[in-house]
């Protein structure tokens, strides 16, 4: 249950008038996640994807004044993006979406603290979202970081440190699993990471056992520009 000042802080944060008696998990979601939007919400960021790495960008109409007026009110995003903060890979182009299509959570490595967390459960349990993508990268700095570590002991110093700290786990399981090459390590880190939010976050698991939310990882071609399912673990299946 929220405090006052829990309740003050969500809503300055999200704009969300909050009851004296509401718990987030009983906040309502503007639209409940089903097995069967869950894959449409995948058919539609594929279909994006194609389109922007053809050269077939169709987003601009999307991203206008009429849209953004369209959403001051409120926003209804069908899909939540945890992806690399890289430069090269920024999810609404690369999906080919427009204004309040996507709601995205960008970290280094897509590493997972208990803000990514909390801001992923936000868009489940408030915004209701019907599906959560993890997006790695080829030739990513943090994963090629991490490796170095383990192979190296070498620790980066500053903040940096944290960053490869979250990942080196799943570096050091992709290894004992065989694997070698830092692209073979990005897709072990993005599907490792799609099981661990469902296992962290109540929410998560909750919503994809209960509502059908689809949680699925994938990676990001640098050089065709196209994303690659890692494997399939929406709740419908979705091909490989």
């Known amino acids: 249950m929220f405090t006052d000042n829990e309740r003050s802080t969500v809503s300055n944060l999200f704009g969300l008038s909050l009851p004296s008696r509401f718990t987030l998990k009983g906040i309502p979601g503007q639209r409940k996640p089903a097995p069967s939007r869950s894959g449409e919400a995948w058919t539609r960021l ?25 959403l001051v009110d409120g926003q209804t995003p069908f899909a939540a993006v945890l992806s690399c903060s890289d430069s090269r890979v920024p999810p609404e182009i690369l999906f080919d979406q427009g204004l309040g299509d996507l709601f995205v959570i960008r970290t280094a490595g897509h590493a997972v603290d208990d803000a990514v967390l909390g801001s992923l459960e936000y868009a489940v349990a408030v915004l209701g979202v019907d599906l959560v993508l993890v997006l790695g990268h080829e030739k990513c700095g943090a994963i090629k970081a991490a490796a170095q570590t383990l192979e190296t002991g070498a620790v980066p110093g500053g903040y940096i440190r944290e960053v490869v700290a979250r990942l080196t786990v799943d570096m050091a399981h992709g290894q004992n699993a065989g694997l070698v090459g830092l692209d073979e390590l990005t897709q072990w880190h993005a599907d490792s990471t799609s099981q661990l939010l469902k296992q962290r976050s109540q929410i998560l698991g909750d919503a994809v056992q209960q509502k059908g939310l689809g949680v699925l990882a994938a990676t990001y071609e640098l050089g065709t520009g196209r994303v690659l399912p890692v494997r399939a673990n929406l709740t419908t299946g979705v091909p490989s």
Do not use: I, L
């Not at 594929?46 to 790495?53: F, I, K, M, T």
């Open 46 to 70: 594929q279909e994006g994807n194609r389109r922007w790495s053809s050269g077939r960008s169709s987003a601009a109409a999307g991203r206008d004044a009429h849209r953004r007026a369209e």
